[in-house]
């Protein structure tokens, strides 16, 4: 047996950040465990980590480029796989022009340095309008937002949960997802701090999640409907003078473009969604709503905050706009314990496109783009719909949007029928399945990391650097030597300009690869000056990183406006009569004709919300012995007076309908479910023919997306309704047990 050894390096598999000590013998894992002396996460991990070795030894992960023939899959060069797709790619788009070729790029892109910060030239190369990301069945409401009030896209300010004593929480269950769009590891630990200083945690979910359940309170709520939640809290601010004259309020009223006016007209748009209007509709009484508002304006460090459950709903956007307006009215954004913006050590906003929006809209629905990115709602019918300008072909990046976009059936037709699709991934998953050719990036223990995203929505300042644990195996690639391959054989023959500069771009990074980028962002970022010069040694650079295995800490979170504003005016820049357009949707769904849900979903009984548990993984380490064992977790979430009501038992075999079709799981009853409302997590469903995943897991679970519907909508931003869908159902006879 070789010498035990040990290795210090981050998680990359969520938003926490992990991190991780592992002990290795040079070729094996021994074990994983967390990292005591990482300052953030202090020795948290989750059952996920050890998710990491069975990756790395999984014999289903793909490691050799595949060709489909009529033969089956065939394994051929890496040069030969190139070459054959860019050769492709070219036809396609001399053929049918540049927008035929589609991208979708998955959620593991943002959890690996190489490809955020060589995927552009890929992007670039392609040069196609038809681009889409898991941005748009997620944050896309956060990052408009971001665009239209602070200028950039993603300055995302994130909740100071660590000195707040008042946590408003909507549609988030960190306890499970281990936080989003707030980095926050251990923070279960985190939460019951804020109880322990006298704090309170209110939770609004239409499940008692399991964050729920640590909180100071929860209050169920219908779905889709935090809206009117939210608009009658800033009404009660208003009607009961509840909006403080302070130092906060007084900074964010000298930095906000037109306040007085703006104030006022936001008085007038939330006028007549009072408490009691709203009640019913929420499920939430008018008095438990003036409370809450009396209580998050008077406490002394309070933030709201919402996630999933409020961005990929109906009113999206609008509901990221009223927790902000909630936050700024009452002074708690850019305060401590309140919403805060970081000061990541590589900043890669300047590098990223501040955004811009409805610059060109989708052929068939005419959805306007955002930042350059179309909603992957549409993705489908742009594949299937003719007429020209229809997508011939798809290259998909670490992602599944068979199993991750809404209506995955449709989306399994599209890709089937496409002339060409690539895939970059290193599992034959459900949309790959259809690939022509995969080329397979190397393990994410195999790639050095640096966090370059997580460390700007994290609650705590920290910077680390981990190195890979194992070498990279020969003929092997790096998802961003991919990227950079086909990017130069993609712009082989186009104008003296556009070769010369990916000539300049393979001269310095194809060796280097992100090494050199990130040494010039940390190099240039916030914490040069506390270190000397560009060039000294003391400078906080790569190397200096390198240094410090276990992280280094870079202090809480402190205010930074208005430097943090990208606006060239620096202000904040409300821009109200955009965001309250959208209440001319709030009255026609709640009070009148139209139905309680956008899109082509007809009325019925049940609404339908998805789940996260912290065992899985969006759609993929489900073939992970050790976190798929036990009883099966793809059930459908039922109230007992409902299962009551329409006959079903405990474990019985439930049909779920919906517009798009339907799907069969077992009930699991339980009150921590609202009445009216189901719950089944997605991810599941991997029975589609030709994937490998070879755990029990292949035949266990159904796809929520089977039945969720591309046509629904939040129309303000495009993001996609994941939550809240119109579902009906019936018991069938077979009876098994869950
Ligand atoms: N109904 C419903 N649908 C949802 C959600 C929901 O809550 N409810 N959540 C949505 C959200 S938030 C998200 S982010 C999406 C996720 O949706 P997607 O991003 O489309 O899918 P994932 O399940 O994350 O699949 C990731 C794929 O990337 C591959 N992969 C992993 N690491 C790497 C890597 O380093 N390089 C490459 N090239 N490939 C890699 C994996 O093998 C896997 O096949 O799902 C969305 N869909
Ligand atoms: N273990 C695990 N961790 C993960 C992931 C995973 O799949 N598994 N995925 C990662 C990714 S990609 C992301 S984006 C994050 C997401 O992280 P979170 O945003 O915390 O996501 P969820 O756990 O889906 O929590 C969404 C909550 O919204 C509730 N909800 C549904 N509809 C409504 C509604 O209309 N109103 C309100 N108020 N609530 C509603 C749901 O019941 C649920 O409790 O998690 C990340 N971490
Ligand atoms: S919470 Fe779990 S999955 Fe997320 S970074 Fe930490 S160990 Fe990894
Ligand atoms: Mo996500």
Redesign the pocket.
């Known amino acids: 047996m070789k010498a035990e050894q040990t290795h210090y390096q981050s998680c990359v598999l ?2 926490a950040m992990c991190g991780l000590v592992i002990q290795h013998d040079g070729t094996k894992i021994l074990s994983i465990k967390g990292d005591k002396n990482d300052p953030f996460s202090q020795g948290y991990i989750c059952p ?1 980590a050890m998710a990491l070795k069975d990756i790395y030894e999984d014999d289903d992960r793909i490691k050799h480029p595949l060709l489909k023939t009529d033969r089956g899959w065939q394994e051929i060069s890496w040069q030969q796989a190139f070459d054959k797709t860019a050769l492709a790619i070219k036809q396609i788009q001399a053929e049918y022009g540049q927008d035929a070729i589609a991208t979708y790029l998955g ?1 593991p892109n943002v959890h690996n340095t190489g490809s955020m910060l060589f995927v552009p030239w890929l992007l670039k190369a392609l040069h196609s309008k038809n681009s889409y990301s898991a941005t748009s069945v ?1 944050q896309l409401p956060h990052q408009m937002l971001s665009y239209f009030l602070f200028g950039h896209q993603l300055q995302i300010p994130v909740p100071d949960i660590d000195r707040c004593d008042f946590f408003l929480m ?5 306890a ?3 936080g ?1 769009l707030m980095s926050a590891p251990n923070i279960k630990k985190r939460l019951a701090a804020i109880k322990d200083r006298g704090g309170k945690i209110i939770v ?4 008692k ?1 399991e964050t729920a359940s640590l909180a100071s309170s929860h209050h169920f ?1 219908q ?2 409907s ?1 809206a009117l939640l939210l608009l009658a809290m800033i009404q009660t601010l208003y009607a009961e003078n509840l909006i403080p004259i302070n130092a906060a309020t007084k900074k964010l009223a000298a930095i906000t473009l037109n306040w007085e006016q703006e104030r006022d007209n936001i008085k007038t748009y939330v006028e007549t969604y009072t408490p009691e209007r709203v009640a019913d509709k929420t499920g939430i009484s008018a008095d438990e709503i003036k409370h809450l508002t009396r209580d998050f304006a008077s406490a002394q460090h309070a933030v709201c905050y919402g ?4 961005s990929t ?1 109906q009113f999206g956007l609008l509901c990221q706009y009223l927790i902000m307006l909630l936050n700024i009215l009452t002074g708690r954004l850019d305060q401590q314990g309140g919403m805060m913006f970081t000061r990541p050590a590589a900043n890669i906003l300047k590098a990223v496109p501040k955004g811009h929006f409805d610059r060109y809209r989708s052929r068939v629905r005419q959805r306007p783009e955002f930042s350059g990115e179309l909603p992957v709602a549409v993705m489908a019918e742009e594949m299937l719909v003719e007429g020209s300008g229809k997508i011939k072909a798809l290259i998909n990046i670490a992602g599944n949007p068979v199993l991750s976009t809404p209506n995955g059936q449709q989306m399994d037709k599209a890709l089937e029928q496409l002339d060409f699709m690539l895939a970059i991934d290193f599992y034959i998953n459900e949309s790959n399945r259809h690939a022509n050719i995969i080329l397979p990036p190397v393990s994410p223990l195999e790639r050095d990391h640096y966090d370059l995203v997580f460390n700007l929505l994290a609650v705590r300042n920290t910077a680390k650097f981990s190195k890979a644990l194992f070498k990279k195996p020969q003929n092997t690639q790096h998802d961003w030597q991919i990227f950079l391959q086909l990017a130069k054989r993609l712009f082989k023959g186009r104008t003296w300009r556009e070769s010369a500069s990916i000539k300049l771009l393979m001269m310095f990074f194809l060796k280097s690869g992100p090494k050199l980028l990130l040494d010039i962002l940390l190099r240039t970022g916030p914490y040069s000056h506390f270190l000397g010069s560009f060039f000294s040694s003391k400078h906080l650079s790569l190397a200096r990183l390198k240094a410090q295995p276990h992280g280094i800490d870079l202090g809480e979170l402190s205010p930074c406006l208005p430097q943090a504003l990208w606006h060239e005016d620096k202000t904040i820049h409300l821009n109200t009569a955009f965001f309250m357009a959208d209440l001319q949707r709030v009255d026609d769904i709640f009070w009148g004709s139209a139905n309680a849900n956008s899109g082509k979903t007809k009325q019925k009984p049940f609404l339908l ?6 065992r ?3 759609s993929w380490l489900h073939n992970s012995l050790r976190l798929v064992k036990g009883r099966n977790r793809c059930t459908l979430h039922i109230h007992p007076d409902d299962a009551l009501h329409n006959g079903i038992t405990s474990g019985q075999t439930v049909k779920v309908t919906s517009v798009s079709g339907a799907i069969e799981l077992p009930a699991q009853i339980t009150n921590t479910i609202k009445r009216g409302v189901l ?1 089944i997590p997605h ?1 599941w469903g991997h029975h589609r023919e030709g994937i490998f995943l070879s755990t029990a897991s292949r035949h266990a679970g159904v796809s929520i997306n089977d039945i969720s519907d591309e046509t629904a909508l939040d129309v303000l931003s495009g993001n996609a309704v994941l ?2 869908i119109a579902v009906s159902i019936t018991a069938l006879k077979n009876h098994e047990e869950t």
């Open positions: 969520c938003e996920k959620n997620d909507l549609g988030a269950n960190p499970a997802s281990n989003s609004i979910d239409p499940r999640t709520i779905p889709g935090d996630r999933m459950g409020v709903q919300i998805g789940r996260r548990h912290i899985s993984n969006n719950s991810g939550n809240g």
